[in-house]
């Protein structure tokens, strides 16, 4: 889809297309090239020459396809051009240094230049807000063929297993798992006290037949035994994608299993039937006749800020791979709320009732949010003390900082901004060391 409105885009003027990362933006290249249309790739894995040549290449005066990544928002483009920011909320797309950033903020203030089209399956909290305050019109494509929803404690379908072994007589099946590893995390068998180090880490099996060790100093326990009641049985309490592997290659033995994450990823998936199971992110393009999504609810419990925001992302965006007709199950209660946004199709709905949340407790994107860290912070309290409607949260330690949160309104944003370089450049005339702070990152933690 994202290809064939690029080629659309390209018969008006050159095309720049946004992606979250590499590993998409080869597939869309790859896609492209199928079709017959050069493309122009800027990725930083690329040789400086390369990437140089390829720079220029993207000014030519007739039109171009450019693929790039939140770096690329800058490049210089013609004003016929297009841009296409590709799944806008994902984490890839904000900057981590200071004072960070996002894609859809830079290419936001371009828009009255250049054709803009945000394209994802989700939508942001940010792009939710402005297509309610109408600043943004909203398409929505028709929808593909229906599809089979199952969830967990249902009282016909609780089993899985069922709906795997019949999307194997039609094809692939892709179960999603929510972390990688092996063991990430067990307990004693006896006392059930979670296996920790002492220095306080957790510790985990990072493969078949080794023996445990500490996430946090790395340290080997070759005779493990639980400090409480010295039992040495392990207990699994989280599996991860390679273990899962195992369990499901000993259940379905008649057909080839592909394991898919961070650290060893497949792009595409093979020819004939599979059972693919893969991290969130990572899953091989391809066809699949079901997909079983696992461990959603302790995605959902996650801390982070946008944690509801991800997982509806990767859902909708691994449902895109889902044959007309296939069938797709989800470990949550057929009454949890999250669930019932993703059964009705409606991301849109769910975003904005996810504002209204935020409004409450003042946060992005009606509200700013800034994390400040350094030597000092206390002392910004009487600076920032002019601006409306402000609140201060902190001094508290963050990654061994100090460091304040700073909540207002998101007309005081500007403001804020201003007085954090003051006080920046009042620093460097002293010498001192300078405050790093963060605008509405992707995380608060």
């Known amino acids: 889809m994202v290809a064939a409105i690029a080629l659309e885009r390209s018969q008006t003027g050159s095309v720049l297309v946004l992606l979250p990362n590499e590993r998409e933006m080869s597939l869309l290249e790859m896609t492209l090239r199928e079709i017959g249309y050069p493309v122009i790739p800027i990725a930083s894995t690329a040789g400086k020459s390369d990437r140089y040549q390829n720079y220029l290449k993207s000014r030519s005066a007739k039109p171009v396809i450019v693929l790039g990544t939140r770096s690329s928002a800058l490049l210089s483009l013609s004003p016929d051009a297009?841009?296409?920011?590709?799944?806008?909320?994902?984490?890839?797309?904000?900057?981590?240094?200071?004072?960070?950033?996002?894609?859809?903020?830079?290419?936001?203030?371009?828009?009255?230049?250049?054709?803009?089209?945000?394209l994802s399956t989700s939508i942001s909290l940010e792009t939710a807000r402005r297509v309610s305050q109408n600043s943004l019109p909203l398409y929505r494509f028709p929808a593909p063929q229906p599809l089979r929803f199952h969830s967990a404690n249902s009282p016909q379908e609780s089993d899985y297993f069922s709906i795997i072994r019949e999307g194997l007589t039609k094809g692939s099946v892709l179960v999603s798992v929510g972390a990688t590893g092996y063991v990430t995390s067990f307990s004693c068998q006896k006392c059930r006290n979670v296996a920790l180090c002492s220095c306080g880490g957790k510790l985990y099996f990072p493969a078949r037949g080794v023996t445990p060790r500490c996430a946090t100093c790395a340290t080997e326990f070759l005779e493990w035994s639980c400090p409480w009641c010295q039992e040495s049985k392990p207990r699994i309490?989280?599996?991860?994608?390679?273990?899962?592997?195992?369990?499901?290659?000993?259940?379905?033995?008649?057909?080839?299993?592909?394991?898919s994450s961070a650290t060893n990823s497949v792009s595409q998936l093979a020819d004939g039937p599979h059972l693919v199971l893969s991290t969130p992110g990572v899953e091989p393009r391809g066809e699949y006749a079901a997909?079983?999504?696992?461990?959603?609810?302790?995605r959902l419990l996650r801390t982070t800020l946008r944690a509801t925001e991800e997982l509806r992302l990767h859902i909708l965006r691994t449902?895109?791979?889902?044959?007309?007709?296939?069938?797709?199950?989800?470990?949550?209660?057929?009454?949890?709320?999250?669930?019932?946004?993703?059964?009705?199709?409606?991301?849109?709905?769910?975003?904005?009732?996810?504002?209204?949340?935020?409004?409450?407790?003042?946060?992005?994107?009606?509200?700013?949010?800034?994390?400040?860290?350094?030597?000092?912070?206390?002392?910004?309290?009487?600076?920032l003390s002019n601006v409306p409607h402000i609140e201060l949260l902190g001094p508290f330690l963050?990654?061994?900082?100090?460091?304040?949160?700073?909540?207002?309104?998101?007309?005081?944003?500007?403001?804020?901004?201003?007085?954090?370089?003051?006080?920046?450049?009042?620093?460097?005339?002293?010498?001192?060391?300078?405050?790093?702070?963060?605008?509405n990152p992707y995380s608060l933690n």
């Open 82 to 118: 297009t841009v296409l920011v590709v799944d806008d909320m994902d984490e890839s797309h904000y900057e981590r240094h200071s004072p960070t950033w996002n894609t859809r903020d830079l290419i936001k203030l371009r828009e009255d230049d250049l054709s803009v089209i945000y």
């Open 237 to 259: 309490v989280k599996s991860g994608v390679i273990r899962r592997a195992e369990e499901f290659g000993r259940a379905f033995p008649r057909y080839p299993i592909i394991t």
């Open 319 to 383: 449902l895109s791979m889902l044959r007309g007709g296939g069938e797709a199950y989800f470990a949550l209660p057929p009454s949890d709320p999250f669930l019932q946004s993703i059964l009705r199709g409606k991301p849109l709905g769910a975003a904005e009732r996810e504002v209204t949340e935020r409004d409450a407790a003042h946060l992005p994107p009606d509200y700013c949010a800034v994390i400040i860290s350094g030597e000092g912070v206390e002392n910004l309290k009487e600076v």
């Open 291 to 298: 997909i079983i999504f696992l461990d959603l609810e302790g």
């Open 398 to 439: 963050r990654e061994s900082k100090k460091t304040i949160l700073v909540k207002a309104p998101l007309e005081s944003q500007a403001k804020i901004v201003q007085l954090l370089s003051h006080v920046n450049r009042v620093n460097s005339m002293r010498k001192e060391p300078l405050l790093a702070y963060q605008i």
